[in-house]
């Protein structure tokens, strides 16, 4: 089997529009929740986000290119951007046929959706955009990525709702370790902060309704957490067989040397009690790794913020870890950037290559109250230096849906 490793990353968030920035944020513990400003939510029972800030698709998109595409489309592709940047990727130089995209977006256009339904019931059919449907579909993010870098390899977009950018990375590491190409860029991304998700989202009572304090609203694993916070961004990471990356010098955060991917089977949107479908997912991760579960240093929760999220996802984790879940440090940084939905483990990952490839472990913040069911070592407000030596990073979906993924440090 193919060794792969990661030699770029690139990403969109609510608290940094560029790695750098963005790993800075989660290093200091910075919350990028606030009231919501893309549209009036003063009518919403919920009324904050993680919203993406000051982004201008001008200012990395031809005007004319970015006015047809939706908000996740123009998110992915300037994160996908970075990451090949920062890969130090030369497209003049690679075979087109062995670069490939796999993507993940739960939800895809939904904005565009939206604004277009308007149009057809205020001004009729015939007033429709004839980008409608190019733009809201899911998989356009994957295309307009291998449009801009000319990849003809593998390309498609994966949808397991929140699991998704987990799952697309999970799926890019087997296509390169069985050979079927050379380099993906891989990851998610998602913009469904618009009236019609938010109201769908509020209907359900699954997010947080602290809108007079947003800083504190998405609290994970707190005994008082009430809901998720909704997020958008998205995150890439360019996925490399070990040799091409060697052989043209490239720079390497880590290796992605596991991969699980299970289902519930049991509720369209709750976790299975105990989490059995999350435990699996891990255990084959670890196995696929050829490791151990007292080999991880450091879990990137799902850790949602919700009731049953982070109960189950705890029970899960013991399950797996034993008398080592005492000893693994886990933390969800969606404390720090809301829920990005299907681009949530797009971002997690790069969360992960960097704690490998610098020794740090993300806090989780707002944590004020302790909840006997959720009694991990959840890095409560700080982070901290150690040797992270394996990383993994869970996500999970509504309909069941189970990802997990493993980093390593990258040894020759």
């Known amino acids: 089997m193919r060794r792969v490793v990661v030699t770029g990353l690139g990403a969109l968030t609510p ?19 606030d009231k919501v400003t893309l549209f009036d ?9 993680g919203e993406v800030k000051d982004f201008d698709p001008a200012e990395y998109i031809d005007k ?27 497209m003049e130089k690679e075979d087109p046929w062995r670069v490939g995209v796999v993507t993940g977006s739960g939800i895809g256009g939904i904005g565009t959706l939206e604004d277009q339904h308007k149009t057809l019931m205020e001004r ?3 007033r429709v955009s004839p980008f409608f449907i190019p733009m809201m579909i899911a998989n356009i993010g994957a295309a307009q990525i291998a449009i801009k870098f000319g990849t003809k390899g593998i390309n498609e977009n994966v949808v397991t709702a929140c699991a998704s950018s987990t799952n697309a990375i999970g799926d890019a590491l087997r296509h390169i370790q069985h050979g079927h190409n ?6 998610g991304a998602e913009a469904a902060v618009s009236p019609l998700a938010f109201a ?29 916070v909704l997020g958008e961004g998205a995150g890439f990471v360019v996925l490399e067989e070990l040799e091409h990356a060697k052989n043209r010098g490239a720079h390497i955060y880590c290796e992605l040397a596991g991969y699980g991917a299970t289902d519930d089977a049991y509720h369209i949107t709750s976790p299975v009690p105990g989490g059995e479908g999350g435990a699996m997912a891990m255990k084959l991760a670890i196995e696929d790794a050829g490791l151990k579960p007292e080999d991880v240093t450091y879990i990137n929760a799902h850790g949602t913020s919700t009731p049953y999220n982070d109960k189950f996802e705890t029970e899960a984790i013991k399950s797996v870890f034993g008398e080592a879940a005492k000893n693994v440090a886990v933390s969800s940084t969606k404390s720090m950037t809301g829920h990005l939905l299907g681009a949530a483990g797009g971002v997690e990952a790069i969360i992960c290559a960097k ?25 409560p407000n700080e982070g901290r230096n150690a ?10 979906g509504f309909g069941g849906h189970n990802a997990t993924i493993l980093v390593k440090k990258y040894e020759d």
């Open 200 to 228: 769908g989202f509020c209907s359900m009572k699954a997010m947080s309704r602290r809108n007079d304090d947003p800083k504190t609203a998405s609290r994970p694993f707190d005994a008082e957490r009430d809901g998720f």
């Open 124 to 126: 009729g059919p015939g």
């Open 64 to 90: 004319k290119e970015a006015r047809k595409m939706d908000r996740f489309t123009q998110l992915a592709l300037v994160a996908a951007s970075e990451a090949v940047k920062d890969a130090g990727l030369d």
């Open 182 to 187: 050379d380099v993906i860029i891989a990851g």
């Open 387 to 396: 040797d992270v030596k394996v990383a993994i990073s869970n996500s999970l």
């Open 355 to 379: 704690a490998v490839s610098e020794g740090y472990i993300p806090p989780t913040i707002n944590y004020q109250n302790p909840d006997p069911d959720c009694d991990l070592d959840i890095v």
């Open 15 to 33: 608290i940094g529009n560029n790695v750098e920035t963005f790993w800075n944020g989660i290093k200091s513990g910075k919350c990028g929740v």
């Open 41 to 49: 939510a003063s009518e919403y029972k919920t009324q904050i986000a």
